[in-house]
Nanobody, 122 residues
């Protein structure tokens, strides 16, 4: 599976952006998809995940501000980001296959997109 992310940009604090990630390949609809982000000097962290049936998961700091969704017909996963803060500045990556284990949490096992830069100015 190859992934192509898009939609990043520069936005003022309090603003909104929607990033998208489109996949090639035939198994997209059966997988849990996810968005991660990596800020300069920090480790990549999970933002949100969405299962094949549409069940969603969010990291605590993103709850209520971010919404993950998917369109299997378009092989695309979206991340709508509202009330953006400077701390949300990062490169946002999508992953095509997330697995969850109770002992270790979420693990990104699929392909990575190339990332899209989101910059939030104060």
């Amino acid at each position: 599976v190859q992934l192509q992310a898009s939609g990043g940009g520069l936005v003022q604090a309090g603003g909104s952006l929607r990033v998208s990630c489109t996949a090639s390949g035939s198994i997209f609809s059966t997988k849990t998809l996810g968005w991660y982000r990596q800020a300069p000097g920090k480790q990549r962290e999970l933002v949100a995940a969405i299962s094949a049936s549409g069940i969603t998961y969010y990291e605590d700091s993103m709850k209520g501000r971010f919404t993950i969704s998917r369109d299997n017909a378009k092989k695309t996963v979206y991340l709508q980001m509202n009330s953006l803060e400077p701390g949300d500045t990062a490169v946002y990556y999508c992953n095509s296959d997330l697995q969850y284990a109770s002992a270790t949490g979420w693990a990104p096992l699929g392909s990575w997109g190339q990332g899209t830069q989101v910059t939030v100015s104060s």
